[in-house]
């Protein structure tokens, strides 16, 4: 599933597949992905033991997206099926989907997007309530 086709799925199927509704998931992306991104920086600038010091936008161009390391691991936590099929259904491995796992987990957004997964329209607001807590 390539990303430009994302706005040609029917609301339904997007529900099926991420457990959100097309207006819950636009607004967990806006909110996680910055975050996500920050803490990453974070993570490289603070290491102590990184040989060379973290500059932006060096090196080779990441091909998993942090956007596709975020829809990897809301179709992991919905379905529960191994990271075989969620990385055949972005087109990337089983490594790169575990590694998106692990990528999200760390940064402690498991608990949001568990919570996410089942929440109604009503509840999102609890949802990002519970989002702000975690930050």
Do not use: W
Not at 43 to 53: F, H, S
């Amino acid at each position: 599933m390539k990303l430009y086709h994302l706005n040609q799925i029917p609301e339904n199927r997007i529900k099926s597949l991420f457990g959100l509704t097309p207006e819950v998931l636009s607004a967990v992306i806006i909110k996680v992905l910055p975050v996500l991104e920050q803490k990453r920086r974070q993570r490289l600038e603070n290491n102590p033991e990184r040989k060379r010091r973290f500059v932006p936008n060096d090196g080779r161009r990441r091909e998993v997206l942090p956007l596709h390391k975020l829809l990897m691991t809301l179709v992991y936590l919905r379905h529960n099926c191994s990271h075989t099929v969620v990385g055949q259904m972005f087109d990337f491995s089983a490594d790169s989907s575990e590694n998106a796992l692990q990528f999200v987990v760390t940064f402690r957004f498991y608990n949001l997007v568990s919570f996410c997964l089942f929440c109604s329209k009503q509840e999102f607001s609890e949802c990002l309530l519970f989002f702000q807590k975690l930050l």
